[in-house]
């Protein structure tokens, strides 16, 4: 038989133990720190309890360890120097006295005490977060469901018999519904930002974060933000030039060789002397930047070169427009928006995946289809699904969702394949995942019941609920 159009829906909307989140009382501990982590805040309006504005470069990682919630977070409080050290989260002021905080050796590095609500400073830079939420709690508590880790045992879960025994009709449609709610997720999370910025600016903010990958994220979106706020029409040598300025990635040094890295090099800054007194407030820190681990196609100099071809074109929204709305033939989907994103060439990026990396024998593309896979999952059809809702135009949200679950599989990955391991023992029915949105159909049911259990499923009520549709 077939399914309800929303039983999924139905399944997530009760976890364990879940209640109504009260939007007059403190979110729980937990549903904090994500929106920190996150920054599900109006990132332009914050102030310290002592008045001083706040400029946040990178939230920190969240630490599971014992310690403080963030390490190696970067913050700027006023004209100040930027400060790289640790974040805490506490809902109350006084929680780090009651903590015992002050008196732990492990907290010397904190630089910042993120509250729910308070005005006691306790001698910590204090910021109060109650008042500065890009969205109402309920919301944000929807969109985060919940931030635990989930380490799996590399054995099958429970909900693998249940799974295993359901038709496969039924198993796509609770694939894809699973997958309609993720896209509605990121939807509402850039609806929330354009409400503040405007469509364009979420987009662009959307597109510098994906191109971020994990370790990179925010020091992008402080230059998404800052790129946004800036009126010039540049070329794209130009923007190279004022993005790589304003990354702090710059090397201080032109190299005394006279190969093509010295002389791109050379163009970079003399065009960005001319600005770097203009713009000598913004500048990031090369400590907002993790570098190691990264391959040499994902450094940031490079996907911001990419970027750089986008804003030049000063119409990116716009064509982005006309292909959504253009008649495309679904196996031609990927390659016609390919066509759109992707730069003719670039002098030096083309055939360098670094600033020192030799030439290639030949030219790279600036985007590959992994990462083309990625923006669309994450950002672009979430973007124009949230832009047709906002414009209650049902013809546009239909042609967005019917993208959406018609793109190809991406590239497989480690969360990917634990999901599969738990879920499956590792063998899925074969073409059970050819699509992407059966992907992220997959991660929001880890994100939705795994993500509240433990790695033997204790309390999961998704085997069950599988079982009874099954029944």
């Not at 600005?275 to 190691?292: C, H, K, Q, Y």
């Not at 809702?389 to 546009?396: H, K």
């Amino acid at each position: 038989m077939p399914l309800p159009s929303n039983l999924y829906s139905i399944w997530r909307a009760s976890p364990p133990g879940a209640g109504p989140l009260r939007e007059d009382g403190p979110p729980p501990e937990r549903l904090l720190q994500a929106i920190w982590q996150h920054q599900r805040v109006l990132r332009d309006t914050l102030t310290l309890a002592d008045g001083r504005t706040v400029r946040v470069l990178h939230p920190g990682f969240l630490n599971r360890e014992a310690g403080p919630d963030f390490r190696d977070a970067i913050v700027q409080f006023g004209s100040e120097t930027p400060l790289r050290g640790d974040v805490e989260v506490d809902l109350a002021t006084s929680g780090w006295r009651a903590h015992r905080h002050d008196v732990n050796p492990n907290f010397r590095a904190v630089v910042l005490h993120v509250v729910w609500d308070g005005s006691d400073t306790d001698g910590l830079p204090t910021l109060s977060l109650k008042s500065r939420l890009d969205a109402p709690l309920g919301e944000l508590s929807e969109w985060f469901g919940g931030e635990d880790s989930w380490r799996g045992g590399g054995l099958a879960g429970k909900c693998y018999g249940p799974l295993h025994e359901l038709p496969r009709e039924q198993l796509d449609a609770i694939l894809q519904q699973a997958a309609l709610v993720r896209l509605q997720l990121k939807a509402a999370q850039l609806a929330a930002r354009a409400r503040q910025c405007g469509w364009e600016q979420a987009l662009w903010e959307g597109l510098f974060t994906a191109l971020g990958y994990k370790h990179n994220v925010w020091p992008m979106r402080c230059l998404a933000e800052l790129a946004g706020a800036s009126s010039d029409k540049l070329t794209v040598e130009l923007w190279q030039a004022r993005l790589t300025g304003w990354s702090g990635l710059l090397p201080a040094e032109l190299p005394r060789s006279r190969g093509a890295d010295a002389e791109y090099l050379r163009q970079l800054w003399d065009a960005w002397w001319r600005e770097r007194e203009r713009f000598g407030e913004v500048i990031l820190p090369r400590a907002a930047w993790r570098m190691s681990g990264l391959r040499p196609a994902n450094q940031p100099l490079r996907r911001l070169a990419l970027a750089a071809h986008w804003l030049a074109s000063g119409d990116l929204p716009a064509r982005l427009d006309r292909w959504f709305t253009r008649e495309v033939p679904e196996a031609q989907l990927p390659g016609s928006l390919l066509e759109l994103l992707q730069p003719p060439g670039d002098d030096f990026w083309s055939w360098h995946w670094t600033l020192k990396s030799p030439r290639l024998k030949k030219p790279q593309p600036l985007l590959g289809d992994a990462r083309l896979t990625d923006l669309s999952m994450n950002v672009f059809f979430p973007w124009l699904w949230a832009r047709a809702s906002a414009r209650r135009n049902a013809q546009l949200r239909t042609a967005a969702q019917a993208r959406f679950l018609a793109w190809p599989a991406g590239e497989d990955n480690s969360a990917l394949r634990l999901a599969r391991e738990r879920l499956f023992a590792g063998s899925p029915p074969r073409g059970l995942f050819l699509r992407a949105s059966a992907q992220q159909g997959l991660l929001q049911i880890v994100r939705d019941f795994c993500e509240h259990s433990n790695a033997l499923c204790d309390e999961c009520r998704f085997p069950e609920l599988v079982r009874r549709v099954g029944a």
